[in-house]
Each structure stands twice: as structure tokens, then as C-alpha cells.
Nanobody, 122 residues
Framework: QVKLVESGGGSVQSGGSLRLSCAAS?????TAWFREAPKKERVWVGS???????NVEDSVKGRFTISRDRAKNTVDLQIFNLRFHDTAMYYC???????????????????WGQGTQVTVSS
């Protein structure tokens, strides 16, 4: 059972930046960030796998970056130029090597953190 703990959320003004961190209890095959805005479905933001392949959703490219520290078992999500519509609960998720669902699908991930709230004010 992989345990995931997110941190780094908070309230920021539009244009600001945040760095979210996901700490895993062990090395994961793939780790992703999802976000869920109020009354909307949970959507994939980006992920990085054990081979170093990084992918970020097209609509946030240039503002969101993912970085993985294998020594610390952490995957960070750096968000620049935050906008009001970035307000959401951000979740970290981890998948195993035997799950071949698409990386942008929640079904790809077997373990989830509790989430960290990001609130952007205009």
C-alpha cells in the first residue's frame, strides 16, 4: 500500500505561484497530479514516470511543470501565473507497472492522496 501526502497548497492572488509536493512512502512507477474544481470532474494535470517521462496537459503547458526526486520519492507540481480557474483541490496519485490504462485517466492510478486545496483570488 503506497501512501501519498500532498503539501504546499494555499490561497494566492492571481498571477502568483505555488509549489505543490507529493511525498510517497515508496518509489512509484508513475505519479500524477489531478485537480478537481467545485462541481466538476477530476482531471489529469500531468505526470512523470519512473523512466523520467514527463507529460503535462496541453492547456497548462508553460505554467505547470512537474519534477520528480527519486531519492526523496517526491513529485512536485510547480504552478506559475496562477489564475482564478486554477482554484481546485489538487490530488497526487500513483500507479503501478501492471496498470496499463492511459496516463491521463484516473483508472491508471491505484493510490491517491487526500488532496491539497489551491484557491486563487482575483
Amino acid at each position: 500500500q503506497v501512501k501519498l501526502v500532498e503539501s504546499g497548497g494555499g490561497s494566492v492572488q492571481s498571477g502568483g505561484s505555488l509549489r505543490l509536493s507529493c511525498a510517497a512512502s515508496e518509489e512509484t512507477h508513475i505519479t500524477a497530479w489531478f485537480r478537481e474544481a467545485p462541481k466538476k470532474e477530476r482531471v489529469w494535470v500531468g505526470s512523470e514516470d519512473i523512466f523520467g517521462a514527463k507529460n503535462v496537459e496541453d492547456s497548462v503547458k508553460g505554467r505547470f511543470t512537474i519534477s520528480r526526486d527519486r531519492a526523496k520519492n517526491t513529485v512536485d507540481l510547480q504552478i506559475f501565473n496562477l489564475r482564478f480557474h486554477d482554484t481546485a483541490m489538487y490530488y497526487c496519485a500513483a500507479g503501478t507497472s501492471t496498470n496499463w490504462s492511459p496516463r491521463n485517466s484516473p483508472t491508471r492510478y491505484d493510490y491517491w492522496g487526500q488532496g491539497t486545496q489551491v484557491t486563487v483570488s482575483s
